[in-house]
């Protein structure tokens, strides 16, 4: 089968290999680059650690981890939104020029979960914790 095969017609007439295919290509892309992705929120979070030390100390209790387990699944369930984006976008007219940018809504993504990691770790947690 080859790529125009699968690129030709509409997403409904897509022959099912063809669609898993690009399906299994789609997870391939974006479960490469998730540990990229949780590794940019980790650095995030022990920066904040580290260069606020002193302030965080005595917030290190069993609750605090419950608190960041929650909060790190809840941003690798966000970050199934690059599937959203990315599935029929394989499966229109224009998969090879989307092949060529889809980067730039991992790019985009992760930058936006690190302001947000920032954010809510800035306004909504340093400032309680005493």
Do not use: K
């Amino acid at each position: 089968m080859t790529e125009g095969s699968i690129t030709s017609g509409s997403a409904g007439a897509a022959p099912p290999g063809a669609r898993r295919e690009i399906l299994r290509e789609v997870v391939r892309y974006w479960e490469l680059r998730r540990m990229w992705y949780n590794a940019a929120l980790v650095a995030v979070v022990l920066a904040w650690l580290v260069l606020t030390w002193p302030h965080f100390r005595v917030a290190m209790r069993p609750q605090a981890l419950l608190f960041l387990l929650v909060s790190a699944l809840l941003a690798n369930v966000c970050y199934c939104a690059g599937y959203l984006a990315d599935v029929p976008m394989q499966l229109s007219s224009l998969r090879p020029a989307w092949r060529r940018w889809r980067w730039s809504i991992w790019l985009s993504g992760t930058l936006f979960a690190v302001l947000l990691a920032n954010y809510w770790i800035a306004d909504e947690i340093y400032p309680y914790v005493h």
